[in-house]
């Protein structure tokens, strides 16, 4: 405690020197531009309308990436812009969309509004950004400059949410795309977001936008208004949106409501996955929604189903023993087969994209006070609140018995005709229940700084400070586990009659929800501060030019509450996932510090050569101190071309969920986890071995089984924090003999210690995988007895806490041109972001322990496109800007990790779609603008490409592989904008 006590009053000691500074040295107020000037044309979208405030403004500026404020917008390290008007242009209404599906972003998997019924990091609804497939928690977003806190529910809260952000103050966002830990400090470890907003309007301006899809579902409405005040000595601006998406249900979309095996035979036939009967023609080729309204024998393993024509075989009125019977196709083999099951209708309603609304307050001045010389002081607030709902359907399975349960089973004695029932004692019925859920996030944040100059030099002081606070509730309607009649978890009879047709086929649903549901709330609370102090200037001069440099400190203190329901915290949910309470706080204290050297000028091939180093020495509550560092050289060989490299270090201190989470559960299927099913069948020899020294059946399949139980929790005492190393190079070209220039750059990152779970299937691989077994690995997971009355051999619980793992690695090259040329019929732009992917590895063993273990090469695998790309094209002339859009995916597939051709107890081979092909949307729009107005109108994905279709291997939703959000579910659509402006 009382090195903390030292640590704040050093900390308040340095602040307060850089605030009596600037009363002491009399300064005069610093020139800030807010404009979009041009690091190299070629990186990025500019947006025409500041023009004119660029070439007014010649003050020093501070550039994304760099705390030294300099006269021109060039820097060292690689920096994308992306103008929201530009992206507004080709149908990209949220700052949250254009960001996820940015080059830089869109080679993997993004958390969007799409994730219904997954427990993710910050809760359903939220909207973060990944840079380079290194996860939400290791990119940094910055609101002009300054951090505002993560926002969302549940314990894993961490990462920003980009919902916040009323996109009607959003003037452009900068992506910087190298390792920055040394400029930012924790979490800039695959990059930095910078989104910049308007600063002042004059006058007001009122905004109605409409994106409808051609069919059904999916449609978002967007309104706006602003107000600026600009005054002699400062300006004012507040403004409001309300932002609507509305959902989209499966039944909206063809290849959402009907999921389906999309397994085949050496023809191309469909056929069934188990015994290779034909499909595609016949009765079975039904869609595989959400199985219900049956009923298991759990001791012979018999299922009944509603009798087509209402007979009874059995104890249940309508219902019969599902039957093998024979296909006599040729690619059938001859062998039997089970009757499809009627699939449950109710399950098309379910959301694929959740309903989310979003009302957002926004205000910011900024005035020169007139003492001490002149200081600007500025502020920034933002109200922000969200509620997103998701609707789904799940399967209530209880396992029920007693003497008196009217259970059916059957024998056969001598004829597959001939049957009998009789009562075993414990049944399974397997009913719908409905799964919806509702959070609720109101967000707050505030910031105010006072910056100014030190004498008549170029030397400027400022002194920040900021506060966020998301303050979330989660609902969900739960089965009290206590009160389900499921002898696992409470002895009482089931208070309903739940073999009977009309529980069985949800007719009874609301009775079936008021008996054994209930509604059940928890809530997150998030606080952060942060404040900051920073001296820049010229140290000195040097014949090349004056040497630059930034120095200063901060403290941030964060804390984060999740309270889930009492259901959830003691484990009284049917199937669903507990959780305990999260709470914890850490708070940080940081020295910094930037130089920049002109080493070279005006010398062939030396046009100027400039050296920039950042250092950044840090000490956490949590896990102690340390230090990282950055260095780049920036060389202009002539006017044509120049060259660029930053080498440096960076680092991660754990998130508060990785510290403090509380254990929750999850639930993964048998399939899922456990790489001893069918193990005679494997190949891995040692696989064979280990499944066989376990006593665990060649043929062993799970069964009907239940999921096993994944618990995950903190890390505290156990978890270091990560570091990482970044290395660029780049190569700019801006000939100006003509209207185009590129850049190129080459990327590396590899983070080291990374915190992480093994999951579940990486913890039972490191058992059985194992040359070494058993190991502690099989210390991490429970497996029933052979002899287990209903489940035998199955794993029954994964203990997944988070844990430093090895490294993670991804390497490639950014391409970004443009050309912009003026013509006679008018301005012609046209750009391209592309990023290709050469590596993209994680390791979660040393190598010298890996113990045969192959590194997860994640490259081109569905979700992780090696390739993806954009390209604009832009027209104008007089009052009209016509716009040409394309998006490209480069085809992926799972054959890393899934075998495409499977084999089934001597069947012939089936093959299964583990491939989503290339993806390529087409967007077109017109925008005519006038003095008062302006209209935009557009279609996106005009020629209605659709999702790819996966198998049932792959993780999805309906036919479509859920973790590739770079596809389109919502198809053609139509976009209309209208702005006046008064």
């Known amino acids: 405690m009382l090195t903390l006590i030292k640590r704040r009053l050093a900390l308040a000691s340095l602040l307060f020197f850089l605030a009596m500074l600037g009363l002491i040295w009399n300064p005069v107020m610093a020139q800030d531009q807010d404009s979009d000037s041009e690091e190299d044309v070629a990186e990025e979208t500019t947006d025409e309308a500041d023009e004119d405030e660029?070439?007014?403004?010649?003050?020093?500026?501070?550039?994304?990436?760099?705390?030294?404020?300099?006269?021109?917008?060039?820097?060292?390290?690689?920096?994308?812009?992306?103008?929201?008007?530009?992206?507004a242009q080709v149908g990209q209404i949220s700052t949250a969309e254009y960001l996820q599906r940015s080059s830089v972003a869109a080679g993997s998997t993004q958390y969007n509004n799409t994730f219904n019924g997954f427990v993710i990091e910050g809760g359903t609804g939220i909207n973060s950004l990944s840079l380079r497939g290194l996860g939400a928690q290791r990119?940094?977003?910055?609101?002009?400059?300054?951090?505002?806190?993560?926002?969302?529910?549940?314990?894993?809260?961490g990462a920003f949410d980009l919902?916040?952000?009323?996109?009607?103050?959003?003037?452009?966002?900068?992506?910087?795309?190298?390792?920055?830990s040394s400029i930012y400090g924790s979490d800039a470890v695959a990059g930095v977001v910078n989104v910049i907003t308007r600063k002042n309007l004059d006058g007001g301006e009122v905004s109605l936008s409409i994106s409808q899809p051609?069919?059904?579902?999916?449609?978002?409405?967007?309104?706006?208004?602003?107000?600026?005040?600009?005054?002699?000595?400062?300006?004012?601006?507040?403004?409001?949106?309300?932002?609507?998406?509305?959902?989209?249900?499966?039944?909206?979309?063809?290849?959402?409501?009907?999921?389906?095996?999309?397994?085949?035979?050496?023809?191309?036939?469909?056929?069934?996955?188990?015994?290779?009967?034909?499909?595609?023609?016949?009765?079975?080729?039904?869609?595989?929604?959400?199985?219900?309204?049956?009923?298991?024998?759990?001791?012979?393993?018999?299922?009944?189903?509603?009798?087509?024509?209402?007979?009874?075989?059995?104890?249940?009125?309508?219902?019969?023993?599902?039957?093998?019977?024979?296909?006599?196709?040729?690619?059938?083999?001859?062998?039997?087969?089970y009757e499809i099951v009627t699939n449950f209708p109710f399950a098309a309603s379910e959301t694929a994209i959740n309903r989310q609304e979003r009302m957002s307050l926004y205000g910011a001045s900024e005035f020169n006070l007139d003492f001490a010389g002149g200081v600007t002081w500025d502020t920034e607030w933002l109200y922000n609140k969200r509620e997103t709902t998701a609707e789904g359907w799940r399967q209530f399975f209880p396992q029920t018995g007693g003497a008196n349960a009217p259970i059916p089973s059957y024998v056969y004695p001598d004829s597959p005709d001939y049957i009998t029932p009789v009562p075993s004692?414990?049944?399974?019925?397997?009913?719908?229940?409905?799964?919806?859920?509702?959070?609720?996030?109101?967000?707050?944040?505030?910031?105010?700084?006072?910056?100014?100059?030190?004498?008549?030099?170029?030397?400027?002081?400022?002194?920040?400070?900021?506060?966020?606070?998301?303050?979330?509730?989660?609902?969900?309607?739960?089965?009290?586990?206590?009160?389900?009649?499921?002898?696992?978890?409470?002895?009482?009879?089931?208070?309903?009659?739940?073999?009977?047709?009309?529980?069985?086929?949800?007719?009874?649903?609301?009775?079936?929800?008021?008996?054994?549901?209930?509604?059940?709330?928890?809530?997150?609370?998030?606080?952060?501060?942060?404040?900051?102090?920073?001296?820049?200037?010229?140290l000195f001069q040097m014949p090349a030019g004056p040497v630059g440099v930034a120095f200063g400190a901060e403290y941030r203190d964060f804390s984060i509450d999740d309270v889930p329901s009492q259901l959830s915290q003691d484990g009284d949910l049917w199937g669903s996932s507990s959780a305990q309470v999260t709470k914890g706080d850490d708070s940080v204290v940081e020295g910094f510090a930037e130089i920049e050297l002109p080493l070279l000028a005006g010398e062939t091939p030396f046009e100027s050569l400039t050296l920039n180093a950042s250092g950044r020495w840090f000490d956490y509550d949590s896990t102690g101190s340390d230090y990282v560092w950055k260095a780049g050289l920036n060389w202009q060989i002539n006017p044509t071309v120049r060259l660029r490299s930053t080498y440096g270090t960076s680092y991660r201190s754990p998130a508060l969920y990785e510290l403090y989470l509380g254990d929750q559960t999850s639930f993964l299927s048998q399939l899922a986890v456990d790489p001893c099913i069918d193990w005679a069948e494997s190949t891995n020899e040692t696989l064979r071995n280990n499944?066989?020294?376990?006593?665990?059946?060649?043929?062993?399949?799970?069964?009907?089984?239940?999921?096993?139980?994944?618990?995950?929790?903190?890390?505290?005492?156990?978890?270091?924090?990560?570091?990482?190393?970044?290395?660029?190079?780049?190569?700019?070209?801006?000939?100006?003999?003509?209207?185009?220039?590129?850049?190129?750059?080459?990327?590396?990152?590899?983070?080291?210690?990374?915190v992480a779970q093994l999951g579940a299937g990486s913890i039972l691989g490191g058992c059985y995988g194992s040359p070494n077994y058993p190991n502690a690995f099989c210390d991490l997971f429970?497996?029933?007895?052979?002899?287990?009355?209903?489940?035998?051999?199955?794993?029954?619980?994964?203990?997944?806490?988070?844990?430093?793992?090895?490294?993670?690695?991804?390497?490639?090259?950014?391409?970004?041109?443009?050309?912009?040329?003026?013509?006679?019929?008018?301005?012609?732009?046209?750009?391209?972001?592309?990023?290709?992917?050469?590596?993209?590895?994680?390791?979660?063993?040393?190598?010298?322990?890996?113990?045969?273990?192959?590194?997860?090469?994640?490259?081109?695998?569905?979700?992780?496109?090696?390739?993806?790309?954009?390209?604009?094209?832009?027209?104008?002339?007089?009052?009209?800007?016509?716009?040409?859009?394309?998006?490209?995916?480069?085809?992926?597939?799972?054959?890393?990790?899934?075998?495409?051709?499977?084999?089934?107890?001597?069947?012939?081979?089936?093959y299964q779609d583990i491939t989503a092909e290339r993806g390529l949307y087409h967007t077109i729009s017109v925008l005519y603008e006038q003095n008062k107005w302006s209209i935009l109108a557009g279609v996106r994905n005009l020629f209605n490409e659709e999702p790819p279709l996966v198998?049932?291997?792959?993780?999805?939703?309906?036919?479509?592989?859920?973790?590739?959000?770079?596809?389109?579910?919502?198809?053609?659509?139509?976009?209309?904008?209208?702005?006046?402006?008064?």
């Not at 020093?60 to 530009?86: D, F, H, K, M, N």
């Not at 036919?959 to 904008?977: E, K, W």
Request: net charge negative.
């Open 54 to 87: 660029e070439a007014a403004d010649l003050g020093r500026v501070q550039v994304t990436g760099s705390l030294i404020r300099r006269a021109e917008y060039s820097s060292t390290s690689p920096v994308q812009v992306i103008t929201a008007e530009t992206q």
């Open 139 to 157: 990119t940094l977003v910055v609101l002009n400059n300054r951090r505002p806190g993560p926002a969302g529910v549940r314990g894993q809260v």
């Open 163 to 180: 919902n916040v952000i009323p996109e009607v103050i959003v003037q452009r966002a900068e992506i910087l795309k190298d390792g920055a």
């Open 214 to 337: 051609e069919e059904a579902g999916g449609a978002t409405y967007q309104g706006s208004a602003g107000y600026g005040w600009n005054f002699a000595s400062g300006s004012v601006v507040v403004a409001a949106q309300y932002h609507l998406q509305e959902e989209l249900r499966h039944r909206d979309r063809d290849f959402l409501e009907c999921p389906q095996d999309l397994f085949y035979d050496a023809e191309g036939n469909r056929i069934d996955r188990e015994d290779r009967s034909i499909l595609a023609g016949t009765d079975l080729a039904g869609c595989d929604n959400l199985f219900a309204n049956a009923v298991d024998d759990l001791l012979t393993g018999v299922r009944y189903i509603p009798s087509p024509g209402g007979e009874t075989i059995g104890l249940i009125p309508g219902y019969r023993p599902r039957t093998p019977l024979r296909y006599d196709d040729p690619g059938s083999n001859g062998e039997a087969y």
């Open 425 to 538: 004692g414990i049944g399974r019925p397997i009913i719908p229940y409905p799964s919806n859920s509702n959070v609720e996030v109101d967000y707050y944040y505030v910031a105010t700084g006072l910056e100014g100059s030190i004498g008549n030099s170029l030397w400027t002081w400022s002194v920040d400070a900021s506060y966020s606070r998301s303050d979330g509730d989660y609902t969900s309607n739960g089965i009290v586990a206590s009160r389900s009649g499921d002898v696992r978890f409470d002895t009482r009879a089931p208070q309903l009659p739940y073999y009977s047709p009309e529980i069985l086929s949800g007719q009874r649903m609301d009775e079936l929800v008021a008996t054994i549901g209930e509604v059940h709330t928890g809530n997150t609370v998030y606080d952060q501060f942060v404040t900051t102090g920073i001296i820049t200037g010229d």
């Open 691 to 754: 499944c066989a020294a376990a006593g665990i059946p060649g043929d062993y399949d799970a069964g009907a089984s239940s999921s096993a139980t994944i618990v995950s929790g903190g890390g505290l005492g156990v978890l270091e924090p990560e570091t990482s190393n970044s290395f660029t190079a780049g190569l700019i070209l801006t000939p100006s003999f003509a209207d185009f220039s590129i850049a190129v750059d080459y990327f590396e990152m590899e983070v080291e210690d990374q």
């Open 782 to 910: 429970d497996r029933n007895a052979g002899d287990h009355p209903t489940a035998p051999y199955n794993i029954t619980e994964v203990r997944d806490s988070f844990l430093n793992v090895d490294r993670q690695k991804t390497r490639g090259v950014d391409v970004n041109f443009r050309y912009d040329g003026l013509f006679s019929f008018g301005r012609l732009v046209v750009e391209n972001q592309s990023t290709w992917v050469f590596e993209d590895l994680e390791q979660l063993f040393d190598p010298s322990l890996a113990q045969g273990f192959d590194d997860n090469d994640r490259n081109g695998i569905i979700g992780r496109p090696k390739l993806v790309s954009n390209l604009r094209t832009s027209l104008t002339r007089d009052d009209w800007t016509f716009n040409y859009y394309i998006e490209y995916i480069r085809r992926t597939d799972l054959k890393k990790f899934v075998d495409e051709e499977t084999t089934y107890f001597g069947f012939d081979p089936a």
């Open 951 to 982: 198998s049932s291997s792959v993780q999805r939703r309906g036919n479509i592989p859920l973790a590739a959000t770079q596809y389109d579910p919502r198809g053609r659509t139509g976009f209309v904008r209208f702005n006046y402006y008064f």
